[in-house]
T-cell receptor, first 115, second 115 residues
Framework: GENVEQHPSTLSVQEGDSAVIKCTYS??????FPWYKQELGKRPQLIID?????GEKKDQRIAVTLNKTAKHFSLHITETQPEDSAVYFC??????????????FGTGTRLQVTL | DTGVSQDPRHKITKRGQNVTFRCDPI?????LYWYRQTLGQGPEFLTY????????KSRLLSDRFSAERPKGSFSTLEIQRTEQGDSAMYLC?????????????FGDGTRLSIL
């Protein structure tokens, strides 16, 4: 099945700096890659997603890049703010033939934005 | 759109007891997923419904676990003869069925603690 690895596990940046989180996946059939933000005690919230037919997607201060050949994708947050502090999870879909897809998640990155 | 709702938010029970959780998806969503999340980890897929049909179950789901979605709307997840290892956050998510994968939206989860 799909295996998703995520690095780093913790990341501390100063307010205003950029943050980059990287993920790799194993199943070349995966074609959908969402990113979720989870604050302490709250639900995972989708912040951005990308499909395999594009290499980059941007939404204000957040961008995601995808390299299908290398099977890795990255989350980029620019001009970080204290409210960006949370745990971020990457995920990849897994769609065996004849079944519906499910998500396999990475182990998460705890981002801390310091003043 | 009131979002995915889960009930209860917290459940504390003694080992060996049965517990049941409920999930109400976003009203127009016909796909419903159950995930389990333990501390410091990403959500792990448990099972999935499309309308009332349970289409896939993870090998993580022992025979003590059962899920239903009788009318294709809300779903229940039951755990029989609970064990210490069942302590976790149980998350429900829903999405629309289209040809391409659509974003999965999560509820706040039910936190299960086994004494």
């Amino acid at each position: 099945g799909e295996n998703v690895e995520q690095h780093p596990s913790t990341l501390s940046v100063q307010e205003g700096d950029s943050a980059v989180i990287k993920c790799t996946y194993s199943d070349s059939a995966s074609n959908y890659f969402p990113w979720y933000k989870q604050e302490l005690g709250k639900r995972p919230q989708l912040i951005i997603d990308i499909r395999s037919n594009v290499g980059e997607k941007k939404d204000q201060r957040i961008a995601v890049t995808l390299n299908k050949t290398a099977k890795h994708f990255s989350l980029h947050i620019t001009e970080t703010q204290p409210e960006d502090s949370a745990v971020y999870f990457c995920a990849a879909n897994q769609r065996p033939a004849g079944t519906a897809s499910k998500l396999t998640f990475g182990t998460g990155t705890r981002l801390q934005v310091t003043l | 759109d009131t979002g995915v709702s889960q009930d209860p938010r917290h459940k504390i029970t003694k080992r060996g007891q049965n517990v049941t959780f409920r999930c109400d998806p976003i009203s127009e969503h016909n796909r419903l997923y159950w995930y389990r999340q333990t501390l410091g980890q990403g959500p792990e897929f448990l099972t999935y419904f499309q309308n009332e049909a349970q289409l896939e179950k993870s090998r993580l789901l022992s025979d003590r676990f059962s899920a239903e979605r009788p009318k294709g709307s809300f779903s229940t997840l039951e755990i029989q003869r609970t064990e210490q290892g069942d302590s976790a956050m149980y998350l429900c998510a829903s999405s629309l069925r289209t040809q391409a994968d659509q974003p999965q939206h999560f509820g706040d989860g039910t936190r299960l603690s086994i004494l």
